[in-house]
């Protein structure tokens, strides 16, 4: 089965933070790279944030610092993205993705990754 739900999106003032939750199936989390991509309106879908099996992450230049990404067990097989002084910026479509990547290098464009969640939103006020 292939599911990823993302949650936790919502308002924020400038400065505030959320953090961003994908539940995924046995299978998606299996697959070598994870990551978190966003998408505001007229713009391309970008990367955000990946993590490898190995635990290797990388994250986009504007959120280096701000934004963390995690996952938990094999049992609740959950990602999460703690972002941290958000700017208006970052308003966006925020999705969770999932991929097996032929050489483990996660951080690649979003036509690398498979499977999709439906989009949490993230709004980020002045």
């Known amino acids: 089965q292939v599911q990823l739900v993302e949650s936790g999106g919502g308002s924020v003032q400038a400065g505030g933070s959320l953090r961003l939750s994908c539940a995924a199936s046995?299978?998606?989390?299996?697959?070598?790279?994870m990551g978190w991509f966003r998408q505001a309106p007229g713009k391309e879908r970008e990367g955000v944030a990946t993590v490898g099996q190995n635990g290797i992450t990388s994250y986009a230049e504007s959120v280096e610092g701000r934004f963390t990404i995690s996952k938990d067990n094999a049992e609740t097989r959950t990602l999460y993205l703690q972002m941290n002084s958000l700017k208006p910026e970052d308003t966006a479509m925020y999705y969770c993705?999932?991929?097996?990547?032929?050489?483990?290098?996660?951080?690649?464009?979003?036509?690398?990754?498979?499977?999709w969640g439906q989009g949490t939103q993230v709004t980020v006020s002045p």
């Open positions: 993705a999932a991929g097996e990547l032929w050489d483990g290098d996660c951080w690649r464009g979003p036509y690398e990754y498979n499977y």
């Open positions: 046995t299978y998606t989390y299996s697959r070598n790279c």
